[in-house]
């Protein structure tokens, strides 16, 4: 077995490598647009040829009855988040990576009527587009 040092040798300056790392949120206030359960709210939108590489929640205001959310995309609807409680005080974030091949958006789908929460909803994305 050998040991090919080709790449670790290769000294890639960051700024020759395609693509750019973006921070993006979105604060939703479901006390001025309430959903019913089973509503999915598109939140982020995810460019084609991007990398999602952490997903999150934080909860700003508590909703004031047990509520959930799962946290995903179009083609998962948990990928990022399962059961998000939205009547605590918490944060919740993935990161497991997803690469997107088509344009997509960060989803939420509520388990029952959301009426008071306000949240925010992260995520840090790796753009392989170069513009």
Same mark, same amino acid.
């Given at each position: 077995?050998?040991?090919?040092?080709?790449?670790?040798?290769?000294?890639?300056?960051?700024? $020759?490598?395609?693509?750019? /790392?973006?921070?993006?949120?979105?604060?939703?206030?479901? !006390?001025?647009?309430? %959903?019913?359960? @089973? =509503?999915?709210?598109?939140?982020?939108?995810?460019?084609?040829? $991007?990398?999602?590489?952490? /997903?999150?929640?934080?909860?700003?205001?508590?909703?004031? !009855?047990?509520?959930? %959310?799962?946290? @995903? =995309?179009?083609?998962?609807?948990?990928?990022?988040?399962?059961?998000?409680?939205?009547?605590?005080?918490?944060?919740?974030?993935?990161?497991?990576?997803?690469?997107?091949?088509?344009?997509?958006?960060? =989803?939420?789908?509520?388990?029952?009527?959301?009426?008071?929460?306000?949240?925010?909803?992260?995520?840090?994305?790796?753009?392989?587009?170069?513009?």
């Amino acid at each position: 077995m050998a040991t090919i040092e080709y790449f670790v040798n290769k000294k890639t300056p960051a700024s $020759s490598i395609p693509g750019k /790392v973006i921070s993006t949120n979105a604060i939703i206030d479901f !006390s001025t647009r309430n %959903v019913s359960s @089973g =509503d999915i709210v598109q939140v982020l939108p995810i460019s084609s040829g $991007s990398y999602a590489i952490s /997903v999150g929640v934080r909860v700003l205001t508590q909703e004031g !009855s047990a509520v959930t %959310v799962k946290v @995903g =995309d179009g083609s998962d609807d948990d990928r990022y988040g399962a059961s998000v409680n939205l009547n605590t005080a918490t944060e919740s974030s993935s990161s497991q990576p997803h690469y997107y091949e088509t344009d997509d958006t960060i =989803d939420l789908v509520a388990s029952a009527a959301i009426a008071n929460a306000k949240i925010e909803v992260f995520a840090l994305v790796f753009s392989t587009s170069v513009e």
